[in-house]
């Protein structure tokens, strides 16, 4: 079979090819976007607005929930965590909701009428979220006391993948 | 951030006002291009390539992020979700497209042909709602053009998209005025050429082992197979 190809094209592919080898990622120096899958250190504020931190404690596994009054999904996941507070309490497990986007009042107003059992944190600017690339809502993220990230679950989490997670976090803590 | 906008009772990010302008801007163009060539198309066929593209923007996500079943449909019907995947939403309004035609016993590359230019424009203005919304994936950087955006300087590769999504569009109408055969194929070239460029500035593809950029080699080899076939029809016309 004759297979010719146009200089121009040949040219071309060779340009091609020289571009993409320029540049390719350098993937023994490129910073990362976060120290490998270590939980970046944001400040944020509770709603008591004092200060607070994402940094390991070196204590305590914690589980973080991003959430939002206006997502459904949220609503719907809430009573399940609120549910699973005392049990991961009594575990060593922190919760924490953060909030994405909103402002404190709003938080507050939605307090009002729909109690949460969780820790809440405020994060107006979205930094965690961010952070770690995940917009959807309501998502989930493990965090072993040693600030490793063990999972980031996008969307409701259910009871028994909740428990799943939390005898990971524990079982890696202990060891 | 995510600056919220508040119509009426709705409130909107700004990446969701821009894409819903986009789409608009998409449909009244591309319809008023298929009328410009004799093609009458029932409004439904526009209605199933949106539903389809963003069906296959969001469907490209979940299984990108092995979301597990017993939450699959509610996220894929997520309409206040900020995730979405442009090859998802590519793949999905072609197969809309093919299905329709077929249906309508048309021919695809005409089709595809008629919307190049207003899709690519669309897909321009869509990239700079993605960068008005905050949502940067860029590699990290420190130069002149780079932006603060997600905890870090970056490059602003929504720009780049859009910059290069609006040049495709201008390669498309140079070669429509130019009547240079095969529209389809501009359109490809219009497509890799992006992605063959603003891959290397994304922090979020695959590599291969030594920092190769997966996305990059494919478009590359769509690049030389559309424009040799560009050279191809053109000999054809010159004869």
């Given at each position: 079979?004759?297979?010719?190809i146009?200089?121009r094209?040949?040219?071309?592919l060779?340009v091609?090819?020289?571009?993409?080898?320029v540049?390719?990622?350098?993937t023994?120096t490129?910073?990362?976007?976060?120290d490998?899958n270590?939980?970046?250190?944001i400040?944020?504020?509770?709603?008591?607005?004092?200060?607070?931190s994402t940094k390991p404690?070196?204590a305590?596994p914690v589980v973080?929930t991003?959430w939002t009054?206006?997502?459904p999904?949220c609503?719907?996941?809430m009573p399940?965590l609120?549910q699973l507070?005392?049990?991961?309490e009594?575990?060593?497990i922190?919760?924490?909701a953060v909030?994405q986007?909103e402002t404190?009042?709003?938080i507050?107003?939605?307090l009002?009428?729909?109690?949460?059992?969780l820790?809440?944190?405020q994060?107006?600017q979205r930094?965690l979220g961010?952070?770690?690339q995940?917009?959807?809502?309501p998502s989930?993220?493990?965090v072993?006391?040693?600030?490793n990230?063990r999972?980031?679950y996008?969307?409701?989490?259910t009871?028994a993948l909740?428990r799943?997670?939390?005898?990971?976090l524990?079982?890696?803590?202990?060891? | 951030?995510?600056p919220?906008i508040?119509i009426?009772?709705?409130?909107?990010?700004t990446?969701g006002?821009?894409?819903l302008?986009?789409?608009?801007?998409?449909w009244?163009?591309?319809e008023?291009?298929?009328?410009a060539?004799?093609v009458?198309?029932p409004?439904?066929?526009f209605?199933?390539?949106?539903?389809?593209?963003?069906?296959?923007?969001?469907?490209?996500v979940l299984?990108?992020?092995a979301?597990?079943?017993?939450?699959?449909?509610?996220q894929?019907l997520?309409?206040?979700?900020l995730?979405?995947s442009w090859?998802?939403?590519?793949?999905g309004g072609?197969?809309a497209?093919?299905w329709?035609?077929?249906?309508m016993?048309a021919?695809?590359?005409?089709?595809?042909e008629?919307i190049?230019?207003?899709?690519l424009?669309?897909?321009s203005l869509?990239?700079?709602?993605?960068?008005?919304?905050?949502?940067?994936?860029g590699?990290?950087?420190d130069?002149p053009?780079?932006v603060?955006?997600v905890g870090a300087?970056?490059h602003?590769v929504?720009l780049y998209d859009?910059l290069?999504f609006?040049?495709?569009?201008?390669?498309?109408?140079?070669?429509?005025?130019?009547h240079l055969l095969?529209?389809?194929?501009?359109f490809?070239i219009?497509?890799?050429?992006?992605?063959?460029?603003?891959?290397?500035?994304r922090?979020?593809?695959?590599l291969?082992?030594g920092?190769?950029v997966v996305?990059q080699l494919?478009?590359?080899?769509l690049?030389?197979v559309?424009v040799?076939r560009v050279?191809?029809l053109q000999?054809?016309q010159?004869?």
């Amino acid at each position: 079979m004759n297979v010719s190809i146009h200089p121009r094209v040949f040219v071309m592919l060779i340009v091609g090819l020289i571009w993409i080898i320029v540049t390719r990622h350098d993937t023994a120096t490129q910073p990362q976007f976060f120290d490998g899958n270590r939980i970046p250190d944001i400040q944020l504020m509770d709603v008591a607005d004092a200060v607070v931190s994402t940094k390991p404690s070196q204590a305590n596994p914690v589980v973080y929930t991003l959430w939002t009054t206006w997502c459904p999904a949220c609503a719907a996941n809430m009573p399940i965590l609120n549910q699973l507070v005392p049990e991961m309490e009594a575990r060593g497990i922190r919760m924490i909701a953060v909030n994405q986007g909103e402002t404190l009042v709003q938080i507050q107003t939605h307090l009002t009428h729909t109690p949460i059992a969780l820790e809440i944190w405020q994060d107006p600017q979205r930094q965690l979220g961010m952070a770690l690339q995940v917009n959807d809502l309501p998502s989930t993220i493990f965090v072993d006391a040693n600030g490793n990230i063990r999972l980031v679950y996008r969307g409701p989490i259910t009871s028994a993948l909740f428990r799943i997670m939390a005898d990971e976090l524990v079982h890696k803590t202990h060891r | 951030m995510m600056p919220l906008i508040s119509i009426g009772p709705l409130r909107m990010s700004t990446a969701g006002l821009v894409t819903l302008a986009a789409v608009a801007l998409w449909w009244c163009w591309s319809e008023r291009r298929f009328i410009a060539r004799g093609v009458l198309l029932p409004d439904w066929v526009f209605g199933v390539v949106i539903v389809a593209t963003w069906l296959g923007a969001r469907l490209w996500v979940l299984i990108e992020s092995a979301t597990p079943l017993d939450v699959f449909v509610p996220q894929l019907l997520a309409v206040r979700t900020l995730d979405f995947s442009w090859s998802g939403a590519f793949v999905g309004g072609l197969f809309a497209l093919y299905w329709s035609a077929k249906r309508m016993h048309a021919r695809l590359y005409t089709w595809v042909e008629i919307i190049s230019v207003p899709t690519l424009v669309a897909f321009s203005l869509g990239a700079f709602g993605s960068f008005w919304s905050g949502a940067d994936v860029g590699r990290l950087w420190d130069g002149p053009l780079s932006v603060y955006m997600v905890g870090a300087y970056r490059h602003p590769v929504q720009l780049y998209d859009m910059l290069l999504f609006g040049l495709g569009a201008c390669w498309c109408v140079w070669a429509e005025r130019q009547h240079l055969l095969g529209g389809w194929w501009h359109f490809v070239i219009a497509l890799a050429s992006n992605l063959l460029v603003v891959a290397s500035f994304r922090a979020d593809v695959a590599l291969l082992n030594g920092g190769i950029v997966v996305v990059q080699l494919g478009a590359l080899l769509l690049l030389i197979v559309a424009v040799e076939r560009v050279m191809m029809l053109q000999r054809q016309q010159a004869r």
